[in-house]
């Protein structure tokens, strides 16, 4: 088991910058590529970013690609996510969760994840 705990959101205006932090426990962490997801009110589950293992890959969804960064730090256990040039249309609720699958073709597959987290809100306001 790997129980993920986000925090980080909060509410802001656009342009601003949030980052977000996800902690993990249980099982070794390094074992696990950690993705980043989001979900707004009626829509479907989108992927973020997702990095790799050792933190040496990263992959972005292209609503984000040049704004938002993905990182970890395996010696505390945690993935962020920093977030730059916010928009409303980022407004969502931000879940990380684990995956198993050190490739990236998995990366953006929700079903591939193992762990989730409970989600962070992230309110961007114009």
């Known amino acids: 088991q790997v129980q993920l705990v986000e925090s980080g959101g909060g509410l802001v205006q656009a342009g601003d910058s949030l980052n977000l932090s996800c902690a993990a426990s249980g099982r070794t962490f390094s074992d696990y590529a950690m993705g980043w997801f989001r979900q707004a009110p009626g829509k479907e589950r989108e992927f973020v970013a997702a990095?790799?293992?050792?933190?040496?890959?990263?992959y972005y969804g292209d609503s984000v690609k040049g704004r938002f960064t993905i990182s970890r730090d395996n010696a505390k256990n945690t993935v962020y996510l920093q977030m730059n040039s916010l928009t409303p249309e980022d407004t969502a609720v931000y879940y990380c969760a684990a995956n198993p699958h050190n490739d990236i073709y998995y990366f953006p597959v929700p079903n591939q994840y193992t762990y989730w987290g409970q989600g962070t809100q992230v309110t961007v306001s114009s």
């Open positions: 990095t790799s293992r050792s933190g040496t890959t990263s």
